[in-house]
């Protein structure tokens, strides 16, 4: 079974708005309104299945128009030339939009951010170029006498938007099925912290790759789709960055990352457009487009976030989050394999001769040192020491030039962060970053899922290490309403859900006071009776005293002291190198 | 023989020219680009805006102060530079400000999602509203320069002769002036110290009592200065319409990319490699391709070096 039964809500809504648009368009006889009517759903399904992809992951694409284009042509170029079914020449459309994401996903994905979104914009723009050079600057599709059933060309206008409808309704699904499911909740990982994503467990290339290439293959489908509608295809038409466009803007007004965001985006907007186009446009030209500039500018800064979200925390300012949110939320589909590792030596990771290099600066120059089984293990040094580039290369976010890695019993040099966590290796970051629209228990949740694969597992997991960290009470907290504290041990909760063996903690109290200093003390303090290590990197040295067994110290990527903290503390290198003359004739006063 | 290098060395000056306005206009979005992170779909507008206001600024300074057409146009530029930055001030102060800075940092993305609309609806607004009021046909700035060249050589006994636009010859002087005085102003003095302090830490520059609110705005107001000259430099020689902004948008935001976003003069050499392959291109390709390359060699660029041409920011790739 697809989909699980208590989507139950969701699903009802989904049916009663495809039913009153399906109605509608039956019931309406105008020619006007029909057409109106049947551009709603497929602006809605153009903007949903960028929102597939951009919306969830937050990549922004200004290049959907690509996928879209391509699939007009696909339809268009194999009616025209070899007499092809748009029956046919839409399936066709959609693997063309899948192959078409593989190719460009694999260029652009080494972008991030907003170059991701800008390089883009290059597709498009190349092909309506191209496509104008091969002479195509418009295609039409020739009426068929004899059953033109057979090549989707209906008398009846309304069986064209029935047909839109039911694509919407489609889309709007597997929106739903995606949003509720494992893969989901990785896309929506990498939206808030790609490098904490990675770090518990999630392949996200991987992720990436398969929601633009359901993105892109959608997108293709209603690309042709529009073609069959207008029976006209024209590389600015299709290409031009007003598709890309209106997908954003559609999404972003009615709410970005949602399910119904899109589609409230394309019930306002599209029928505001026409009917502004009808009623203005002949008037004066232009007018229609300055009032639509100024409709989506006022209310973007009125709900910066979509009219979405701000309808719902106006309903939210109300009453608190809703018990059904939360037993929607425990359906999470999930499956298991189980990731247990028994490992027979005391030594769980060795680092020998490790080294790493950026340009000029060496960051890292010869490190050994290792990391015995339940044990905590200090690493102090002066800023620019290279403790968090050690971090990096530990946990494979970087690869070291030199050296070799090895954790529990395994060489693990060069093995990247999802592959490092899903063998063990956790991590905290020295900013936490938490998903801000998601409560306590669903962002602990994402830290489950790069090891167990099983529902019901999964969400133990969460229990189980919110509880550890002492949070397990506020499961269904939002994010907004946590302290500094809870910050903190929400992030440890998250790395300690991936069942980690060895756990790096990155200033896990950095700005903390003495008192919440304390509680997080006795938080980690807990960990290696439970069969957790523990690699931390502090700057609060009267907390590293008390916690560590063993320190490590680095200086200009070097180790030079390690061993009990009472002992290397004393060594006068580590005074010279770290603490500074201030700090002896302090310790000397006293 | 010689028609083949007269030809290329032909295609190569006016690939320099253009490409010094390109790297001009470049520079101006990577100034808002680089200080505000704020992704301006309206900078093809407001580059229109540029070119109309030098237009007609031209036409009335020609009347004014009876000089010629040609001279008017330029000493219009000042004049533009100085409307269009007060009103890119206005448009960071009193819209962009809403949703970027301190005001979206609570926001999920930092208000991003919000800025594309805001200025998506910007462009709109200024290009549908050019449309209402200068009307649909293109224009261009009259000045004899556009149809006067300069000729260069002969060289190899006569062979060879290039010739030089005057309107291009000019615009590519005046904008490499402008942005070496742009580069001075952000390298070496007070304001561009703040400016860029502001881009790379916010928090960190306020505490340091760098009001970063008005460094925005002045970044703001410089980027769409220097935007402004440059789309005035190019009326001077390309005709333009009300929806001249969508082309060079695009062309502006993949020179920013390209030359990579490490400095001022890595938007400029970024826009200088656009103006330069669009122009040799045409040697090898068809006209309608012409285009095409400059994107093709982006991606290739993005394909092989994500930093971009002359950046060091790692934290894009």
Redesign the interface.
Known sequence: MLIPVTKGPQLVMIGAVSAFMAVCSLWISNPYYQLILSTVPIWATVALTWNLFSGYT?L?SFGHATFFGLGAFTVALLFIKLGISPWYGLMVAFMVGGCASVIIGS??F??????F???M???P??FI??F??MGWQELTFPIVHDHPMQFMQFKDGRVYTLMGVGLMTLTLLLTLYIERSRFGLAMMSI?QNEMAAQAAGISTFRVKMLGFVLSGALGALVGGFHAVVLQVVTPHGVLG?VVS?QA??LT??GG??TLWGPVIGASFLVPLTEGLRAELGHI???????I??????IV??AA???LYWKIRDLLNQKGHESPKLKKERQQISLKCVDSTHVSNSNILLQVAGVSKAFGGLQALNNVNFEVRENEILGIIGPNGAGKTTLFNVLNGFQIPDAGVITFSNQNTTGQGPHQLCSIGMGRTFQVSRPF??MNVFDNVLVGALGVCKDSDHAKQLAQQALDKVGMGEMNDQSI?SLTNLELRLLELARALASQPKLLLLDETMAGLGAAEVEAILQVIQNLPSQGITIVIIEHTMQAMMRLVDRMVVLDHGQVIAQGLPQKVMAEPEVINAYLGKKWMSLHASH | MYIIVENLLQRLVTGIMVGSIYGLLCTGLGMIFGVIRVINFAQGELMVLGMYATMFIGGLLVLWLSVGSALGAYLAIFVVAAALGAVGWLIQKHLISYVSGFNASNSENQGHFAQLILTLGLSLVISNGALIVFGSSPRTVQSPLASSSVTIGPFSEGDILIFLNQARGIGCLVAIAVSIVLYLIVQKTRLGITMRAAADNPKAATLMGIDIEKSYATAFAIGTAATAIAGGLIAMYYPFHPYTGFEFVIIMYAGVVLGGMGSMLGAFWGGFTMGLVQQLSTYFLPFQLQNATIFLLFLVVVLLRPQGLFGKNVERA
């Open positions: 937050g922004i260029i652009t080494r972008l991030r951010g907003h170059y979104a800008i390089a914009l290059a597709y723009t190349l170029f191209l104008d050079w939206k960055t466009a954003l803007i972003l007004f970005v990352g004066l030209p232009g007018i229609q487009g300055v639509y500039g100024l409709t989506i500018m973007i800064i910066p976030e979509g801000l629209r907004q």
